[in-house]
């Protein structure tokens, strides 16, 4: 297990190639399983998050009704991470109206948000293809960090029953099975670099997307599951 070395200064963190361009979101629901039907019906606005693969898309969050839907709130956001170059081929999205199976949801205008370097880092659901159990999957997680030349502590929360945290997405008609991920003890370079490269694939409909969180690692037992505040 990698750990890298804590107190680095956060002025040492490289100027951020990618930024977060983030729509309000009014509606009433969505399925929770959002993150395919949200894929599609921007890539139809917006052909170029679909040819772009630098580009990610995080999963709105909202409330869980425990039946499969959530309810939207006024914190309810879309968050798309893209390079900053690559802001003006998603402004066609401002004021439109998406159909994500029978709900539809309309976007806002954008606001900016700069990438920042933080100690801490959180992803919904990390997928690796051929990895679900937790064991190896952190094991291919590892090599995955070290061919980006990231160095953290890397941990799977546990869920309630104290098991390490497992989702799934659902992609027509298979399903893709991933872990919840937080890394601790990042340097400001890597953090920047994380949010930046992700981990894992299917970023484009929500995986892997690694993001600043007050749920902080807490503890990491000897099988590297951690438990989140």
Known sequence: MLLAQP???VSAAPPPTHIDSVFSVSGERLPADHNYGLYAALSKLCPAIHNEPRFAVQTI???????????????????????????????????????????????????????????????????????????EFLGALDRQMAALGIRALAGIPSNESGQPKRLTLRIKRYTVVGFSVVMAELSPKDSIRLQTEGLGGKRRMGCGVFVRENSILSAVGGDRHANTN
Do not use: F, M
């Open 61 to 135: 969050a909202g409330i869980p009704d425990r039946q499969g839907k959530i309810a939207l709130a006024p914190w309810s956001k879309l968050r798309l991470r893209l390079p900053s170059e690559s802001l003006p081929k998603i402004c066609v999205l401002a004021g439109k109206q998406l159909t994500i199976g029978s709900h539809a949801i309309r976007l806002g205008n954008p606001q900016i948000q700069l990438l920042r370097p933080a100690d801490t880092l959180w992803a919904r659901l990390v997928t690796i293809k051929g990895y679900q159990e937790p064991e």
């Open 7 to 9: 107190g680095r200064d």
